[in-house]
Nanobody, 122 residues
Framework: VQLQASGGGVVRAGDSLRLSCAAS????????VGWFRQAPGKEREFVAS????????NYADSVKGRFTISKDNTKNTAFPQMNSLKPEDTALYYC????????????????WGQGTLVTVSS
């Protein structure tokens, strides 16, 4: 499975942005998807994850109530909808996938996209 993340950009605090993670190859419907981010000078951190069919999700406390992750297996794509963005959300966002469902542990994911940059100005 190859992943391609897109949708990043420069927005203002309070704005919304929807990222996309497009998967190529077989088996995406059997994979959980996670989103991680890395801000300049900081370690990579977990953002959100969803299960094989996008019916359950887990969120980092920092984004809970603002971000919603979904997965569309008919289009081999996963989306985090990011609302009420804050300057501290500025980071390079990565999508990742793994068989057998979701987890917030980055080292459990097998496939990674290249990242898409989100910049939130105050």
């Amino acid at each position: 499975v190859q992943l391609q993340a897109s949708g990043g950009g420069v927005v203002r605090a309070g704005d919304s942005l929807r990222l996309s993670c497009a998967a190529s190859g077989r088996g995406f419907s059997n994979y959980g998807v996670g989103w991680f981010r890395q801000a300049p000078g900081k370690e990579r951190e977990f953002v959100a994850s969803t299960n094989l069919i996008g019916t359950t999700a887990n969120y980092a406390d920092s984004v809970k109530g603002r971000f919603t992750i979904s997965k569309d297996n008919t289009k081999n794509t996963a989306f985090p909808q990011m609302n009420s963005l804050k300057p501290e959300d500025t980071a390079l966002y990565y999508c990742a996938s793994r068989p057998l469902g979701r987890t917030n542990q980055a080292n459990s994911y097998i496939y990674w996209g290249q990242g898409t940059l989100v910049t939130v100005s105050s």
